[in-house]
């Protein structure tokens, strides 16, 4: 899909990231002078965290293409995204001149803040497919959008944020500040109180939320933590015992504090002191590192936004990838990540099994051992594995693999890769057995006739005799001898 982007910065640069590390091409529009930088260092960051975040093999990035102009940027384009800053006048004029360029049916999504689609659709030529897209900090990261809008161009908007590892939720009416920012401003009201009266700073109070019940809104969100607080008796309990405390003055949220220099003066010195030690680059990349913790944890466990994650990996896994041309089969690619290494600064053990279980999951999908096969209660289950280390292979280096098929019958296939450096020269290989098997049964079954004939086709591309290695095992060493 053909994107454009139209503002470069937080919010923009984010969702730019997310774009294209999900293999799209985006053309990017944006005056400020530093945009180039600013983009190119989230991009950078983002790279870093989706190497750490997905275990499986990524899409090639898409690339990035700075336009001169908005027309430029649109031209084309069919999801269009803008991330300008929150005058209303100044989205009206931007959102005319998108229109003015782009096709009469792309997607026009704002990730306003505050304004409602009503409000963005003013003056619209094509007012129905301008929707409020509002995502939530980092963008290529947190996978919950808010759409407002409605219609078909809704829908098709939803479609494309969930290709790309989203979890769209459609907000039914439009409200000033949709959903998220309005529970947020509540919090930060209320927070700020507590600053102006001296009660906590600006540490304490983040304290209290990270280190409380910030971990449960991580995972269960609000409703469903309170219900836990019901205990057995659930949420009618929690209702009658806490609901009378809504009417207690404990909080201010219609009374705001002013937010005055001296005010200012104090919260700017006191997050100073709490968080100037770091650049924003290495916040970033702390709270990044963060939230892949609490996601790889909650994908473990199929729940919330992990359970977003383990989807938008599956479909990652069940990518069919064009092989190069010729043979042996050139279908996977990797790029050694900080995060691979091990002590001695080298690619560590599981991560070569791991390349190389991407690589056979990359011929099975070839050969049609995908996940529509799967679903129809079939797999192949690795059943023995044989890794042969040539050389060392350090960080960024640029890995591909060559895949043969040794053999295979109605029940097993053989399978020999080799991870070959940028210079071609081989620095492991592994050589496989997979057994075909009813996942439902738990037992060897036979593979249907279309698997065989595709396995068929393609050992028929191979002439060339099998490595000599292939087939043997680790050399039996002869004892010492007894020491007198």
């Avoid at 466990?301 to 050139?330: C, H, K, S, V």
């Amino acid at each position: 899909m053909k994107i454009a982007a139209i503002g470069g910065g937080v919010i923009g640069g984010g969702w730019i990231a997310r774009f294209i590390l999900n293999g799209h091409d985006v053309q990017v529009f944006d005056p400020h002078p530093e945009a180039a930088r600013i983009v190119g260092e989230v991009l950078a960051n983002a790279g870093r965290a989706y190497e750490a975040l997905f275990q499986a093999p990524l899409p090639r990035p898409g690339r990035l293409v700075w336009a001169g102009s908005i027309a430029e940027a649109v031209r084309g384009a069919e999801h269009i995204q803008e991330s300008v800053p929150e005058r209303l006048e100044l989205k009206h004029r931007i959102i005319a001149e998108i229109e003015a360029a782009a096709p009469a049916d792309a997607i026009i999504g704002s990730s306003t803040s505050g304004f409602k689609p009503s409000e963005l659709r003013q003056g619209a030529v094509h007012p129905d497919r301008i929707l409020v897209v509002h995502p939530f900090n980092p963008v290529y990261l947190l996978p919950v959008i808010e759409v407002v809008g409605g219609g078909a161009a809704a829908r098709r908007a939803c479609d494309f944020l969930t290709a790309i590892g989203m979890k769209p939720v459609t907000i039914a009416r439009e409200i000033d500040a949709h959903i998220g920012d309005r529970l947020l401003e509540a919090v930060w009201r209320e927070a700020l109180w507590l600053v102006r009266d001296g009660i906590a700073t600006t540490q304490e109070i983040d304290d209290i939320i990270r280190f409380g019940f910030g971990l449960r809104w991580a995972q269960m969100g609000l409703f469903e933590t309170y219900r836990i607080a019901g205990g057995e008796a659930g949420m009618r309990h929690f209702l009658s015992q806490f609901g009378p405390a809504l009417k207690w003055p404990w909080t201010k949220l219609m009374d705001v504090p002013d937010l005055d220099e001296a005010l200012i003066d104090t919260i700017a010195a006191q997050s100073d002191a709490q968080s100037g030690a770091h650049t924003i680059r290495e916040l970033e990349r702390i709270r990044d590192d963060n939230l892949i913790g609490i996601l790889h944890a909650l994908k473990a466990n199929d729940w919330g936004a992990g359970r977003t994650l383990r989807a938008a990996e599956n479909r990652l896994y069940a990518r069919r990838i064009e092989p190069a041309p010729g043979y042996p089969l050139r279908l996977h690619r990797a790029r050694v990540g900080g995060s691979w290494l091990d002590y001695n600064g080298h690619m560590t053990e599981f991560r070569y099994l791991q390349v190389f279980g991407d690589a056979t999951d990359a011929f099975l999908i070839h050969a049609g051992l995908d996940e529509a096969h799967r679903a129809t209660g079939f797999s192949a289950y690795t059943v023995e594995t044989h890794i042969r280390h040539l050389a060392e292979i350090g960080a960024g280096e640029d890995l591909l693999v060559e895949t043969r098929l040794l053999g295979h019958d109605a029940k097993r296939i053989r399978l020999h890769h080799a991870i070959l450096r940028k210079d071609g020269s081989p620095a492991a290989t592994a050589e496989h057995m997979l057994l075909h098997v009813s996942t439902d049964q738990g037992r060897a079954a036979p593979m249907p006739d279309a698997l065989l004939q595709a396995l068929d086709r393609i050992a028929a591309q191979d002439d060339a005799p099998h490595p000599d290695h292939a087939g043997g095992g680790i050399r039996v060493l002869r004892p010492r001898e007894a020491v007198t």
